[in-house]
């Protein structure tokens, strides 16, 4: 109970961790005793570098469960910082704890967080082989329902690798795991065949599929059927503006232009008010921003785009649509466009911490109305 509602709704003084904390202490030599020891120590730990974090982290001969989900915890904490190499290494570090030892699923789970962390680097073909790791868990376990997840991350990875078919082949297994009405299976298909579409040279097919597969979403959040979409309405959006950016066919999305720049202040504000990931994230606030960067460089305002550019990266904007976000092609737009006004935002913008990114996004929006 601890942990699902830290992973939902982040730390807080809860009931669970409580009782958890009134329990005698146990040897943390399960995976389910090594969580319930890192997350008694949950209000000592500050951040990432927090000293009782830093002794559980280290490999011991007769406590690597431990080990395994402190550096799990770890993993998370460089993330929310923005540390992205140093949730890296922890990720790998506990899946190293791991080895050999009878834990399937922590090392599923440890698979998975690694593949992740590549994907969202965009390292795709790093990111395969401990997806497929995972799913041979999977298959070991015989556990078929958990496969979803797992076949999705394969698809994004090819995607990155630019490996098309392999992706499409991947896609036909993800769909063939879900009944047709899955509504989040349908859309992320969607997404994925106009991606595809668009490496193939099929245009305006794979545009306009993306502006159907954006639409599909929005109506949904409209309609106030659920909240858990907000996040990848917003993300599919930006990239459904940033995929007709370039190939200069801004005309059929000036709506979602026109909405932009309201939308991510709604969501550079619910940053300050402690909304669960699922939610509202950094990576969605600088995927909205770099629309918008893409936007300003189509209508000449280069220094503008630029300075977008340079916090959509700090942000680590999401890159969940590919290849149409990726960073390699966002940085070589911005250093077409205006290489001096990039490199100079790039600089300005690197000794930001994370809680000043908002505030820095808010007063770049400011000036592009000025």
């Not at 669970?16 to 319930?36: C, E, G, K, N």
């Not at 047709?180 to 299976?185: G, Q």
């Not at 959509?312 to 911005?334: C, H, I, K, N, W």
Request: aromatic share 4%.
């Amino acid at each position: 109970c601890t942990a699902f509602t830290f992973s939902v709704e982040g730390p807080r003084a809860v009931r669970s961790l409580v009782t958890l904390r009134r329990l005698p202490p146990a040897p943390p030599d399960t995976v389910i005793r090594a969580v319930a020891t890192v997350l008694a120590a949950v209000p000592e730990i500050q951040g990432p570098q927090s000293p009782a974090l830093r002794r559980m982290c280290q490999p011991s001969g007769d406590q690597p469960l431990l080990a395994a989900v402190a550096n799990a915890v770890a993993s998370y904490l460089w993330e929310y910082q923005g540390e992205h190499g140093r949730a890296l290494a922890a990720a790998e570090r506990s899946l190293g704890a791991l080895e050999h030892r009878p834990a399937p699923w922590a090392r599923l789970v440890a698979h998975a967080r690694v593949a992740d962390l590549l994907l969202q680097a965009g390292q795709g073909g790093q990111a395969l082989p401990h997806l497929r790791a995972a799913l041979r868990v999977l298959e070991e376990l015989g556990v078929h329902s958990e496969r979803l997840g797992i076949r999705i991350g394969m698809v994004l990875a090819n995607l990155q690798r630019g490996a098309i078919d392999e992706a499409e082949q991947q896609l036909a297994l993800v769909e063939s795991d879900r009944a047709e009405d899955d509504f989040d299976v349908r859309t992320f298909g969607l997404t994925v065949r106009a991606e595809i579409l668009l490496c193939r040279g099929k245009v305006e097919a794979g545009l306009r599929m993306l502006r159907h597969a954006a639409d599909l979403l929005r109506q949904t959040v409209d309609r106030g059927e659920t909240h858990v979409y907000d996040a990848y309405t917003l993300e599919l959006e930006a990239a459904t503006v940033v995929a007709h950016a370039q190939h200069d066919r801004l005309d059929p999305v000036g709506a979602l232009v026109a909405a932009l720049p309201d939308r991510l202040s709604a969501a550079l504000a619910t940053l300050s008010r402690n909304v669960p990931n699922y939610l509202m994230s950094y990576p969605v606030c600088g995927a909205l921003l770099l629309a918008l960067a893409t936007v300003d460089f189509r209508r000449g305002q280069t220094a503008s785009g630029a300075r977008l550019t340079a916090l959509a990266e700090r942000f680590q904007f999401a890159r969940g649509v590919l290849p149409t976000m990726s960073p390699e092609s966002a940085r070589q737009a911005a250093e077409q466009a205006d290489k001096s006004a990039y490199a100079d935002a790039v600089s300005t913008y690197a000794g930001l911490d994370r809680d000043a990114l908002p505030a820095a996004a808010m007063a770049a929006l400011r000036e592009r109305h000025a």
